[in-house]
């Protein structure tokens, strides 16, 4: 079945920069377009970005373009999220998971981001 698992997040300061990874196996992760998406707590679920399965195009949600950037490794079926200029709105738990599927078997648990000084 679909495992999807989450790492990298943790409390970082304002300005501050996280690398998120995403592990990915049980199905062809090379074909699959894959997304990060987060939720904060009292808000609703928001799509970071999303990455289509060369690589070769990307899609960023306004509030994080120009500093985060999304990428994977299909050698090694891994997805990353790198964030940089971090800001307290950016506290919230992400989840990786395939793009377009609302399915929670086809999200990963998802791993704590907090930016706070």
């Known amino acids: 079945q679909v495992q999807l698992v989450e790492s990298g997040g943790g409390l970082v300061q304002p300005g501050g920069s996280l690398r998120l990874s995403c592990a990915a196996s049980?199905?062809?992760?090379?074909?699959?377009?894959m997304s990060w998406s987060r939720q904060a707590p009292g808000k609703e679920r928001e799509l970071v970005a999303t990455?289509?399965?060369?690589?070769?195009?990307?899609n960023y949600a306004t509030s994080v373009k120009g500093r985060f950037t999304i990428s994977r490794d299909n050698a090694n079926n891994t997805m990353f999220l790198q964030m940089n200029s971090l800001k307290p709105e950016d506290t919230a738990v992400y989840y990786c998971h395939l793009a377009g599927v609302s399915e929670a078997r086809y999200w990963g648990r998802g791993t704590q981001v907090t930016v706070s000084s």
């Open positions: 049980g199905f062809t992760f090379s074909i699959r377009t």
């Open positions: 990455i289509t399965s060369g690589g070769g195009s990307t």
